[in-house]
């Protein structure tokens, strides 16, 4: 099924590792087959991941942007999620760990980084902050 893609003047992507600008104009643009896309509002950068949650969803990004390096970031993933189900005891947010855990093992990185989000939601309620979106100051560089 084809992904419709609708930016904004300016916006970027990523498409395949590679960083995209849009021009000055609204465009769609449509991906006919198989390819890895964030915008830029879902791009974290590695000193972005500063929060336990953020240190989840950080290589679960760079697994799907990057597959080459697949190995390390897998790692780095199951060091993080371990962690962070240890030190939980909520029942929403552990059942939320093991949804994103069972979307990496399939390869649904896409899936399992906004399923990711609500893990944001739940550790900012327990930090008693609001977190900051993934975008805000992101770049893509």
Not at 36 to 58: C, G, H, V, W
Not at 61 to 88: C, G, H, T, W
């Amino acid at each position: 099924m084809p992904l419709k893609l609708s930016l904004k003047p300016g916006e970027k992507f990523v498409l395949n590792g590679a960083v995209l600008t849009n021009g000055d104009r609204r465009v769609s643009l449509v991906i006919e087959n198989k390819a890895s896309i964030l915008r830029d509002r879902d791009i974290m950068q590695a000193d972005e991941a500063n929060t336990p949650a953020k240190r989840i969803y950080f290589p679960i990004m760079m697994l799907y942007l990057d597959p080459e390096q697949s190995e390390k970031y897998y790692e780095e993933f199951v060091a993080r999620m371990s962690e962070f189900m240890n030190a939980i005891t909520d029942r929403d947010a552990l059942a939320t760990c093991v949804a994103v855990s069972r979307d990496v093992l399939q390869g649904h990185y896409y899936k399992a980084l906004i399923k990711c989000r609500q893990l944001f939601e739940f550790e900012g309620l327990r930090l008693n902050y609001v977190p900051a979106s993934v975008s805000e100051g992101a770049a893509v560089r």
